[in-house]
Nanobody, 123 residues
Framework: QVQLVESGGGLVQAGDSLTLSCAAS????????MGWIRQAPGKEREFVAA????????VYADSVKGRFTISRDNAKNTVYLQMNSLKPEDTAVYYC????????????????WGQGTQVIVSS
C-alpha cells in the first residue's frame, strides 16, 4: 500500500505560478511511475502529466504542454508539478497517482491515489 498526500494548492490569479507536491509513504516510491490528474467541477478526470520511475521520461497533456513541468525526487519520495502561466481553465482538484505503467496513469487507472488538492485560478 502506498499513501499519497498532495499539497500546494490554492487560489491564484491568471498568469501566476504554483507548485504542487505529492509525498509518498513508502520507500518503494521509486518503483512506481507517477503522475498528476485533475478534475474540474462537473467534468471527468483528465490526465495532466506523468513521469517515469527514474524521472528520465515525462509526458504531458496538450493542454498543459509548455506551461507545466513534472519532476520527482526519489530520495524524498516526492513528485512535483510546477504550473506556470495558469489559466482559469486550469481550475480543478489535482490528484497525484502512482502506477506500474505510464499507460495506467494516462488512462486514469493508477494503482494508488491521493486525496487531491484544490487549485483555483481567477481571471
Amino acid at each position: 500500500q502506498v499513501q499519497l498526500v498532495e499539497s500546494g494548492g490554492g487560489l491564484v490569479q491568471a498568469g501566476d505560478s504554483l507548485t504542487l507536491s505529492c509525498a509518498a509513504s513508502r520507500r518503494t516510491f521509486s518503483t512506481y511511475h507517477m503522475g498528476w490528474i485533475r478534475q474540474a467541477p462537473g467534468k471527468e478526470r483528465e490526465f495532466v502529466a506523468a513521469i517515469s520511475r527514474s524521472g528520465s521520461s515525462t509526458v504531458y497533456a496538450d493542454s498543459v504542454k509548455g506551461r507545466f513541468t513534472i519532476s520527482r525526487d526519489n530520495a524524498k519520495n516526492t513528485v512535483y508539478l510546477q504550473m506556470n502561466s495558469l489559466k482559469p481553465e486550469d481550475t480543478a482538484v489535482y490528484y497525484c497517482a502512482a502506477g506500474i505503467t505510464i499507460a495506467q496513469i494516462r488512462e486514469n487507472r493508477g494503482n494508488y491515489w491521493g486525496q487531491g488538492t484544490q487549485v483555483i485560478v481567477s481571471s
